[in-house]
């Protein structure tokens, strides 16, 4: 995957930018934890004042899903019976962006496929391209050895106006009034 100004822009307002809030877990290398990840990405995303409602949680949630279950079924690198850790970051610059980091301990880039509509898996990333405002993929390394990789997705704050015409979409008829 290629460096673009697009990832420039969201990795330096998410990483080197200033005031930029960060939270991190680390999640255990198995399908019963894709779950977690999505119920800590809710709760961050709840405590800086986006419901369940809003467009923005759906998109995260969803790509976050993806990306877990990526690193779930192609990151490992150990025997199934060893532990094994993904990591699972957000970072938000308020009125600007949000991005969500997976790690894992696979070298390996992650490879987007086409595959037949009749096939069923094999869509992850697809759906992380149609969903996230951006993603990339770089090698995790330490002491100038790749241990692992780190995936990004990159999301554009909403602007209020943006947000509060999703919420009303999302509501009942009843609940609109």
Do not use: C, Y
């Not at 467009?55 to 779930?72: I, M, Q």
């Not at 993904?86 to 938000?92: D, K, N, P, T």
């Not at 759906?127 to 990159?154: C, M, Q, R």
Request: no cysteine; charged share 25%.
């Amino acid at each position: 995957m290629t460096t673009t100004r697009r990832t420039t822009r969201f990795l330096a307002a998410l990483i080197h930018g200033v005031e930029v809030e960060r939270t991190a877990i680390r999640l255990t290398n198995s399908e019963q934890d894709v779950p977690r990840s999505r119920h800590f990405l809710r709760d961050q995303l709840n405590a800086r004042g986006f419901t369940p409602e809003d467009e923005l949680t759906d998109r995260v949630l969803l790509v976050a899903s993806e990306l877990v279950t990526n690193s779930v079924l192609h990151g490992r690198t150990r025997e199934m019976h060893e532990p094994e850790m993904i990591g699972l970051a957000l970072s938000v610059k308020p009125g600007e962006a949000l991005g969500i980091l997976v790690t894992d301990n696979s070298p390996d880039p992650p490879v987007q496929i086409v595959r037949p509509a009749t096939i069923e898996d094999g869509r992850g990333l697809r759906l992380v391209s149609a969903i996230a405002d951006h993603w990339t993929a770089a090698p995790a390394t330490h002491n100038g050895e790749v241990v692992g990789k780190g995936v990004w997705a990159f999301f554009v704050w909403p602007d209020e106006a943006n947000r509060e015409s999703t919420a009303l979409h999302h509501r009942t008829p009843m609940e609109v009034r």
